[in-house]
């Protein structure tokens, strides 16, 4: 899927936000729009591989990362 195509409700630029912190702003942001999609910047080193397990758990979906601008698409689970 080209990630410039996909339409999304909300952005969040997370900065340097590490493992606990970002997964917690995720989950705090994804709640509140349920069935929405979330455009996510995210410096950290490890976000794509803390997000996928995030989703695993969740039953959200990571819908598609951009590695070059470290951006992550991210649809949260309908109630």
């Given amino acids: 899927m080209d990630s410039t195509l996909i339409e999304h409700h909300h952005e969040w630029h997370a900065g ?6 970002l997964v917690l702003g995720v989950r705090k942001r994804l709640r509140a ?3 929405q999609v979330l455009k996510l910047t995210a410096f950290d080193k490890a976000a794509a591989i803390d997000l996928q397990a995030f989703c695993n758990m969740t039953r959200d979906e990571l819908l598609a990362i951009d590695a070059n601008s470290k951006t992550f698409w991210l649809r949260g ?3």
């Fill in 16 to 21: 340097d936000l590490g493992c606990g912190e």
């Fill in 77 to 79: 689970r309908e109630k």
């Fill in 33 to 35: 729009h349920p069935g």
